[in-house]
């Protein structure tokens, strides 16, 4: 076929051959599972586009949210090393399944999370940093339906990637793991224990959205992640 023809029908086709991309990775364990920076596409590591809208600065936190505490004192070389250097630090605790972030030492953020609790899937401890983001994106299992980690489709309004798929010593990350909203998860759900519940990770951490609107423009690449028990 020539002509006008022609062009639209290779141009429908064009379109229809344009690959959907997403991220596969951790999650919750209930309706969805768990995010990553990349998607395996008939065999290929695909790069995923830019995010599609990205807030400008922090808004202000909800009226009526209470200040963050002072953070305890962490064992010496802890923190101080993760941050070393870097202005930005996000603390997160295991135990009391907590997040603070500090910028040169001052608090500026304080919220219940919830950690990965599946066993070979549990959050890692060390120092990190974050060196992407992401914001409405979808997050598609890295499982195979029928698996028992397998999640449906998610979308995840802020992502901040820590840590990439591989092998770090004894551990191993199957996706890439992320400092998350949960759309799934309310409110009243996160804080001590959640880690054990229906909506634990496996891996990444969970973040209040509210909380985490205000952390995604906060935590530039280069952010320091120390997570502990």
């Keep these: 076929m020539t002509g006008e023809g022609g062009r639209l029908r290779r141009t429908l086709l064009a379109i229809a051959l344009v690959p959907v991309l997403g991220l596969a990775g951790c999650g919750t364990r209930s309706t969805s599972h768990d995010p990553a920076g990349y998607r395996v596409v008939a065999g290929r590591t695909t790069a995923l586009p830019a995010a599609t ?4 600065a922090s808004p202000a936190l909800p009226t009526g949210t ?20 870097v202005p930005n630090l996000i603390n997160v605790d295991l135990t009391t399944q907590e997040m603070v972030a500090s910028a040169e030492g001052q608090v500026v953020l304080s919220t219940p999370i919830t950690s990965g609790g599946v066993a070979g899937l549990r959050t ?3 120092c990190f940093s974050v060196f992407r983001t992401e914001t409405n994106v979808t997050f598609y299992s890295s499982w195979p339906a029928g698996s028992r980690y397998y999640y449906p489709p998610m979308f995840v309004a802020y992502a901040l990637e820590f840590l990439a798929p591989g092998v770090y010593g004894g551990y191993t990350a199957h996706a890439a793991l992320y400092l998350h909203s949960d759309p799934n998860e309310p409110d009243s759900a996160f804080g001590p224990g959640s880690e054990s ?8 951490v969970h973040v209040p959205t509210y909380m985490m609107q205000w952390l ?5 690449d280069g952010t320091a992640v120390y997570i502990h028990y």
């Design 124 to 126: 890692p401890t060390g």
């Design 216 to 220: 995604f423009p906060w935590a530039v």
């Design 197 to 204: 519940g229906p909506y634990a990770s496996e891996g990444c």
């Design 66 to 85: 209470p200040g963050p505490p002072t953070p305890p004192a962490l064992a010496p070389g802890g923190s101080g090393r993760c941050a070393a250097g």
């Design 53 to 56: 809208a990205t807030p400008a």
